[in-house]
C-alpha cells in the first residue's frame, strides 16, 4: 500500500468514525417518525391486528392491513415510545416471541390472500428476559425469519431507525432491503459491543465506529440495497416529506417485484442472503 | 457474547493427511480439563475418550470439540471433510483491544483449525448424512461469514445426494468482528434451511452447550427434530444479559436444555453416549426406509455405567452449570 493510499483510507476512516456515531444518534433521536408516524401518513386505511392467538399481544410489534397507493399491503414494524409511559408499553421497541408470532399471522395471512408484505425495522433488539426465553425467543425470531424466506408474495424491508441483533433481522428478511439514510443496522447494539468487547458500556462511541453501522456502509458491504434519502437534517426534521420519500421507494420496488413469478422471486430472496459474507478460500 | 463463556482450549494436532478427524492430544493441563466441575471427580484423558467426555460419576457433560465431536457420531473412516480451505477475512477492519485478525491466528493456532465450523459427508449407522459440526473453542464458537457459507455449503451437499444434514451447534451467537455481516449469516442459514424444506430434505439439529444468540435464533432452532444435550445452555440472551439489562434474577434452570424440553422448544434431551444411536435412528425414520438397528451401545465398562447414570446425574450436572454462570 502506498503511503498516499494508506493516508487516504485513515483520513477516510477517521471520517467515517465521527458519521458512525452521529447516525447512531440520529437513528435513536426522540423526534424520529416510527412505524406508526408513517403508517399514519402512509396508508389510506389501516386495521392493526393485535394478538399471536397463543400468549399475548406484543405492543412493541405493529401488525396489521393497510391501504397503501391503491393496494393492500401487510404492514409489520416495531414500534417504539415517545414519552416514557409509551416507551414502558413499548418496551423501548424491544420485541417479545409474542410479536413475532403476531407478525407471522400477519405474513401467513398476507402469502394467503396475495398481499405484498413491507416491514419497518427500528428496535435496538429483541426483549431479553426470563419470560422472553421461557415463551421460545430464539425459536420465534428463527421462523420469522423462514417465513418470510418463503413466502410466495413480494417483500420489501426498510430499516427506518435502529436495526439491532436478531430482533431486527427476525423482520428483515425481504426481496429487497433498503435503509434509510440516517438509520443504523448492526449486529449488536454499541453500547453491547463496548460491554462485551471493551468491557465498558461507556466505549460505546468506539464501538459504534468500529461495527460501521451506518447505510453507507452496508451499502458497501452488500447488506442493504438501496438508501432512502431523509429530508435535511434528518427525518425528525419532516415526518411528512420523510413519510413521502419512503413510500416513494417502497412503491417502487413494489411495482418492480409484482413483475416477477412467485417461485423465481423466493429462490432471489434465497440467492440474495446466501450471497452475503466476506471469506476467502 | 462469545467472551462470557469460558471453556478452556484444548490443542488438538492438524492432522488432517487422510481427511479423518485426528484424535485431540493430551492437553497441556489435563488436570483442569479433565476434572468434573459438578463433582470433582478427576479422569485420564483416555478415561474421558472412552466415556465421550462425560463424567461417569455424575453424567456431567465435558465440552467436545468439532473433531471429537465428528469421531464420536459418526462411522469409523466415513468422513470426507469438504470447503476446510474457507478462510475468515477481516471486511471491517475491525480492532477491539486486538486486531481481528491477530485473534483469528491465536485462534486458529489454538485449535487447528481455520473457523469455528467443520462440514463434510458421513455415515451414521452407515446412513450417509452431510454434517455441520461447530467448535466452541474457537473464538467462542461465533458465527462469521465463514461458518455461514460452510453451513451454506453442507446444506447444498446435502441436497445433492438427497441425504439428510445434522447440524451440531455450540456457540456464543454472531462474531461481532464480522458486524452487520456476521448478523446476515443468520439469515442466510435459515435461507439454507429453506431450500431444504423445499427440496424435502430432513434437517436435524443438535444443540450443545452453549447455543446461544444468533445461531439459537437460526438454524440450530429450525430442525425438524431438535436434540439437546443435558445441562446446555440454550437461550437467546445469557443469564448475564438477562440481569444486567431487564434487572430479573434468571432461575437456577435458566435456559438450560432441560427447561426448553419443559416449555416446548425442543424435542428431546439426550445423554450423550445415547446420541449417536438416537441420530441414526432419526435419520432413519425421516428418510422413510427400514428402522435403524441398534449396534451394541458401548464397548467400554466406563463408558456403559455412564449412561447409567446421567439420569441420576442430570440434577447434579444442572447444579454444575449453574455454578458455572454463577462464578461469571
Known sequence: MSTTERRFRFLRRRGADGESWHAVQLARHQDRPYTLDYLNRICDDFVELHGDRGEGDDPAIIAGIGSFRGRSVAFVGHQKGRDLKERTYRNFGMASPEGYRKAMRVFELAGRLGFPVVTLIDTPGAAPGVGAETRGQSGAIARSQLMLMSLPVPVVACVIGEGSSGGALAIGIADRVLMQQNAIYTVISPEGCAAILWKDAGEAKRAAAALRPTADACLDLGVVDSVVAEPSGGAHRDHGKSAELLADAVSAELDFLGSLPAIERRRLRRQKFSRMGAFAE | ?328
Open chain 2, 1 to 328: 457474547m462469545a467472551e462470557r463463556i469460558s471453556v478452556d482450549i484444548s490443542r488438538v494436532g492438524d492432522g488432517d493427511d487422510d481427511g479423518r478427524p485426528e484424535e485431540p492430544a493430551p492437553s497441556e493441563a489435563p488436570r483442569a480439563r479433565n476434572t468434573c466441575p459438578s463433582c470433582r471427580s478427576h479422569y485420564r484423558e483416555e478415561e474421558m475418550v472412552a466415556n465421550l467426555r462425560v463424567c461417569a460419576h455424575c453424567g456431567y457433560h465435558f465440552p467436545v470439540t468439532a473433531r471429537e465431536r465428528i469421531v464420536q457420531l459418526t462411522d469409523d473412516g466415513s468422513w470426507s471433510e469438504v470447503a476446510r480451505d474457507l478462510i475468515s477475512i477481516d471486511p471491517l477492519e475491525f480492532v477491539d483491544s486486538k486486531p481481528y485478525p491477530e485473534r483469528l491466528d491465536a485462534a486458529e493456532r489454538a485449535t487447528g483449525l481455520h473457523d469455528a465450523m467443520l462440514v463434510g459427508g458421513a455415515t451414521i449407522g452407515e446412513m450417509p448424512v452431510a454434517l455441520a459440526v461447530m467448535d466452541f473453542t474457537f473464538l467462542g464458537g461465533s458465527m462469521g461469514s465463514v461458518v455461514g457459507e460452510k453451513f451454506w455449503r453442507a446444506a447444498e451437499l446435502s441436497l445433492d445426494r438427497r441425504m439428510p444434514l445434522v447440524s451440531v451447534s455450540s456457540s456464543g451467537g454472531a462474531r461481532m468482528q464480522e458486524g452487520v455481516l456476521a448478523l446476515m449469516q443468520m439469515a442466510k442459514t435459515v435461507a439454507a434451511v429453506d431450500e431444504l424444506r423445499e427440496a424435502a430434505v430432513p434437517y436435524i439439529s443438535v444443540m450443545a452447550h452453549p447455543t446461544t444468540g444468533g445461531v439459537a435464533a437460526s438454524f440450530a432452532a429450525l430442525g425438524d427434530v431438535t436434540i439437546a444435550e443435558p445441562g446446555a445452555l440454550l437461550s437467546f440472551s445469557g443469564p448475564r444479559v438477562v440481569k444486567q439489562t431487564t434487572g430479573e434474577t434468571p432461575p437456577d434452570d435458566f435456559g438450560l436444555a432441560e427447561s426448553n424440553l419443559r416449555h416446548g422448544h425442543i424435542d428431546m434431551v439426550v445423554p450423550r453416549p445415547e446420541l449417536r444411536d438416537t441420530v441414526a435412528r432419526v435419520v432413519a425414520l425421516l428418510s422413510g426406509g427400514q428402522p435403524y438397528r441398534r449396534t451394541p451401545l458401548l464397548p467400554d465398562l466406563g463408558a456403559q455405567r455412564a449412561v447409567g447414570r446421567v439420569i441420576s446425574g442430570a440434577r447434579k450436572a444442572i447444579l454444575g452449570r449453574r455454578n458455572e454462570h454463577v462464578d461469571d
